[in-house]
T-cell receptor, first 114, second 116 residues
Framework: DAGVIQSPRHEVTEMGQEVTLRCKPI?????LFWYRQTMMRGLELLIY????????DSGMPEDRFSAKMPNASFSTLKIQPSEPRDSAVYFC????????????FGPGTRLTVT | AQSVAQPEDQVNVAEGNPLTVKCTYS??????LFWYVQYPNRGLQFLLK??????LVKGSYGFEAEFNKSQTSFHLKKPSALVSDSALYFC??????????????FGTGTRLTVIP
């Protein structure tokens, strides 16, 4: 049974370039979460979706960040233009709905912006 | 508001000794509590959760956690530490009064190092 799939696993780009991170949630899960992890700030929730609808994007750092979920099996996180301070590991997680339900995390995308 | 505190950034323990990673929480309603582990260059993996019932919860890899309502704590424990337990551990909480939202609130993480 495939878990959460993220691509690419590593991304190195130059400042100013557009970056797109991709996520495929576990089949049957209707909640999807995007997190960012850095040494300085730890694990931060950026945005999450229920049934493909964005519920809370208050964690998105600024307008350069955008996320979409066009269908139940795919989501993207886009940074345009990218900056060196965006360098981090970006995780996608999915779950079914319910207070007692845990989230399942993907392996992450390590983004380096030079 | 809901929050989680992991008071120790780093915990060191000798192999074979018992380990404890501390977590305290703050919620308005009943808490739903979770522990996750992150190995180097990997995503977070679910270890165990407390929903209701028995205060001692058993999870993966021999870990267990004890829910203490009066102390608002949910400490992670293992009777005998292994070198392979060295990782970053996250506590997370969800408020039972939370409606329409499915997100978890994570602590800042505790790095566990088991010394051979």
């Amino acid at each position: 049974d495939a878990g959460v799939i993220q691509s690419p696993r590593h991304e190195v780009t130059e400042m100013g370039q557009e970056v797109t991170l991709r996520c495929k949630p576990i089949s049957g899960h209707n909640s999807l979460f995007w997190y960012r992890q850095t040494m300085m700030r730890g694990l931060e929730l950026l945005i999450y979706f229920n049934n493909n609808v964005p519920i809370d994007d208050s964690g998105m750092p600024e307008d350069r960040f955008s996320a979409k979920m066009p269908n139940a099996s795919f989501s993207t996180l886009k940074i345009q233009p990218s900056e060196p301070r965006d360098s981090a590991v970006y995780f996608c997680a999915s779950s079914t709905t319910g207070l007692s339900i845990e989230q399942y995390f993907g392996p992450g995308t390590r983004l380096t912006v030079t | 508001a809901q929050s989680v505190a992991q008071p120790e950034d780093q915990v060191n323990v000798a192999e074979g000794n018992p380990l404890t990673v501390k977590c305290t929480y703050s919620v308005s309603g009943n808490p739903y509590l979770f522990w996750y582990v992150q190995y180097p260059n990997r995503g977070l993996q679910f270890l165990l959760k407390y929903i209701t019932g028995d205060n001692l919860v058993k999870g993966s890899y021999g870990f267990e956690a004890e829910f203490n309502k009066s102390q608002t704590s949910f400490h992670l424990k293992k009777p005998s530490a292994l070198v392979s337990d060295s990782a970053l551990y996250f506590c997370a909480v969800r408020d039972g009064r939370q409606t329409g939202a499915n997100n978890l609130f994570f602590g800042t993480g505790t790095r566990l190092t088991v010394i051979p």
